[in-house]
């Protein structure tokens, strides 16, 4: 059972072009969670999904920034004109639904987009 | 979501056992807690959660105060493998789905040869 898969690992983006980071969750889980950590900094909460639906985007900045978990595919953060303080490393998390068998988050070795 | 409090850094010999504490004096009945380790910029790792019980796995013990205002996570032979950040999380459980986990600053564990 493949693990939660992000790609791409490394994103290199020039100011006001557009980032998507894509998450693929471990097979039979539908909840999804975007987390970033800025340099030398903890890893901030932004949003958690479950399929076609946004649960919880407290964590999300106002503009330029989205996701999505649609029914079939991966989830997707996409980062519309970055700026340089964007850059940071993306973690997605992926857990099955209450009541299963397993109440744990599973990471991702995430995505590091750097802005230049 | 309660809060917790960790002590920001901490040192532990190779071969000894490494016990971690964490407060979280407003823990609420639905909230558990979650320990997870960060090894250099790697995607967090779960090592073990629990309610009220103690729980032990492959990888560690947790001990939870009767009254749950306190934790200890407890790495029985440390290795320089288990040098990390260490994350003490409440996380709550809701009717048909669980809370996010919010990551506080961790304890710094560096294991010395």
């Known amino acids: 059972n493949a693990g939660v898969m992000q790609n791409p690992r490394h994103l290199v983006r020039r100011r006001g072009q557009e980032a998507r980071l894509r998450c693929s969750p471990m097979k039979g889980h539908s909840h999804v969670y975007w987390y970033r950590q800025l340099p030398e900094e903890g890893l901030k909460f932004m949003v958690y999904?479950?399929?076609?639906?946004?649960?919880?985007e407290s964590g999300m900045p106002k503009e330029r920034f989205s996701a999505e978990f649609p029914k079939e595919g991966p989830s997707i953060l996409r980062i519309q004109q970055v700026v340089r303080g964007d850059s940071a490393a993306y973690f997605c998390a992926s857990s099955p639904p209450r009541g299963s068998t397993s109440e744990k988050l599973f990471f991702g070795s995430g995505t590091q987009l750097s802005v230049l | 979501d309660a809060k917790t409090t960790q002590p920001p850094s901490m040192d532990c010999a190779e071969g000894r056992a490494a016990n971690l504490p964490c407060n979280h004096s407003t823990i609420s009945g639905n909230e558990y807690v979650y320990w997870y380790r960060q090894i250099h910029s790697q995607g967090p790792q779960y090592i073990i959660h629990?309610?009220?019980n103690n729980e032990t796995n492959e990888m560690a013990s947790l001990i939870i105060t009767e009254d749950r205002k306190s934790s200890t996570l407890i790495l029985p032979h440390a290795t320089l493998r288990d040098t990390a950040v260490y994350y003490c999380?409440?996380?709550?459980?809701?009717?048909?789905?669980?809370?996010?986990?919010?990551f506080g600053a961790g304890t710094q564990v560096v294991v010395t040869p």
């Open positions: 999380i409440v996380r709550v459980a809701i009717t048909d789905s669980w809370g996010k986990l919010q």
């Open positions: 999904l479950q399929k076609e639906n946004i649960i919880d």
């Open positions: 629990g309610l009220k």
